[in-house]
């Protein structure tokens, strides 16, 4: 099977268009919603988005074209409204180009309190004003945007992204520390380069961006789905089986392969992607942290949670990213999974979500065998967690709510038919 662009690149790389004075190519870019809703928004700012000529896009490119961009109805907007979190991230190139921007609610999956404290603070910071809203936020500038000194509190992508997408084209110099530097980030910076952006980064989380007056287009293949691969690898081990991943990168996927390697899965990496498979012997449990980049990233945690209910012993799980992510687990313990999940901090260092009542360290314990359930898709990630857990169960399931997995996975029961899974869409 095939992964293509990243999810959390392909978006943000459309947005970045927004900034240029000529049209940009983006290649390698999924069939999901996110991109679809980012395709509407970008169409209702002007920004004419085509997809590429060849026979059936097989490329998957598209040609945005942002020289004509323009304010959109608030109301056209607002029928955006949670729909994805992507629109924060049109504030800075909207700025630049139209002095205002207005951005409805947020959406995306509901794993935690997901606040946008650190992009409205990012945004006043470059000189923008931020009127909230009833229907969502209105932000203008009345003037060039300035560069300025950013320290994030926490190495959030999402308040990376801001600032880059922000400081390209903003007055002087704005330095970044405490900054995430997540591939996809790095891949963001290097399209930002090729429209002509002056971006380094520095030691120990310091990005220091360069302002300029003008970006021109780009042209640009977007980094594979490290996510998606790391979903599918998951799959090959809980159901004690053998995929073989097209496009799958190993740069990207380092940190994911040795913990895939500890807990006794084998992989094999040639020019075209990886293959990934069960080693037919017992799988070992292990004590895991989730993290910011290069650490174990927490979009891998719940597809590996259904492999580690096939590893003999105790494994555990601490989230440190998002306070919410083990909502997921229920289900897989009606499935016959036996998963404990813990306040505390377990296995490791304290993280931010010690002294709160969050519910963020799991203990799995394994192997058990999973029973087919009636599932309701809850997020993006813990609802693929599901389907894995489905493909390994004994017996039918029943999965509700599958256009949540849209979002982020393209043709994924094409995908699962191919694996010979027995899909059937009620
Ligand atoms: N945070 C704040 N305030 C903010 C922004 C973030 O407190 O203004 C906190 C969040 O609540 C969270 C932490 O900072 O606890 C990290 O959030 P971050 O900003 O890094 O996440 P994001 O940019 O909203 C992206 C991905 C997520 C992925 C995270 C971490 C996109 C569209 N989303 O979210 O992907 O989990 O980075 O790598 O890029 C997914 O693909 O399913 C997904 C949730």
């Known amino acids: 099977m095939s992964v293509r662009g990243a999810k959390n690149l392909v978006p943000k790389a459309m947005v970045a268009a927004i900034l240029g004075s000529e049209p940009s190519v983006l290649r ?6 996110d991109v679809d809703v980012v395709r509407g928004l970008l169409s209702l700012h002007g ?4 997809s590429g000529p060849d026979a059936g896009n097989q490329d998957g490119e598209l040609v ?8 959109a109805h608030v109301a056209d907007i607002g029928m955006h409204a949670g729909s994805s979190r992507i629109p924060i991230l049109f504030c800075g190139p909207l700025l630049h180009r139209l002095g205002e921007a207005f951005i409805p609610d947020l959406g995306g999956c509901r794993i935690g309190d997901r606040p946008i404290n650190y992009h409205l603070d990012v945004l006043r910071s470059f000189g923008a004003v931020v009127d909230k809203l009833d229907s969502g936020i209105h932000i203008h500038t009345s003037g060039r945007l300035q560069g300025t000194k950013v320290k994030l509190p926490y190495p959030s992508v999402g308040a990376t992204e801001q600032v880059l997408l922000t400081a390209v084209c903003a007055e002087g110099v704005t330095e970044l520390s405490g900054a995430a530097i997540e591939p996809e980030i790095m891949d963001l910076i290097a399209i930002l380069q090729k429209m002509g952006a002056i971006i380094s980064v520095d030691t120990d989380r310091v990005i220091r961006i360069d302002g300029v007056e003008r970006l021109g287009g780009y042209v640009h293949r977007a980094l594979s789905d490290r996510i998606e691969t790391a979903s599918w690898a998951s799959a090959a081990l809980a159901t004690n089986g053998e ?14 392969l040795n913990v895939f390697r500890r807990i006794g899965g084998e992989f094999e990496i040639d020019e075209n992607g990886i293959k990934f498979s069960h080693p037919g012997y017992d799988l070992n449990s292990l004590v895991l942290e989730t993290d910011v980049h290069p650490g174990f ?13 096939q590893a003999g012993g105790l494994s555990i799980i601490h989230e440190t990213v998002y306070e919410n992510r083990f909502g997921f687990t229920d289900a897989l313990r009606d499935m016959g999974a036996v998963i404990q999940v813990y306040r505390e901090c377990l296995g490791g260092t304290p993280c931010r979500f010690g002294q709160s009542n969050f519910n963020h360290s799991a203990v799995v314990s394994g192997p058990t065998k999973l029973q087919g ?17 489905a ?11 599958i256009e949540l997995i849209n979002r982020g996975y393209e043709n994924f029961m094409g995908k699962l038919g191919a694996l010979g899974a027995d899909v059937t869409l009620v």
Do not use: C
């Open 28 to 33: 390698n870019v999924p069939a999901i919603r």
């Open 47 to 50: 920004v004419e988005v085509t």
């Open 64 to 71: 945005l074209d942002p020289r004509n961009v323009e304010s």
């Open 243 to 256: 995929i073989y991943v097209r496009g799958a990168t190993q740069p990207e996927m380092m940190t994911f």
């Open 297 to 309: 990233m927490t979009d891998w945690q719940q597809p590996l949670v259904v492999a580690l209910t």
């Open 373 to 389: 359930g009636s599932i309701v898709v809850p997020d993006l990630r813990g609802g693929f967690s599901h389907l894995i857990a």
């Open 391 to 401: 493909l390994a169960a004994d017996g039918e399931s029943k999965v509700e709510g």
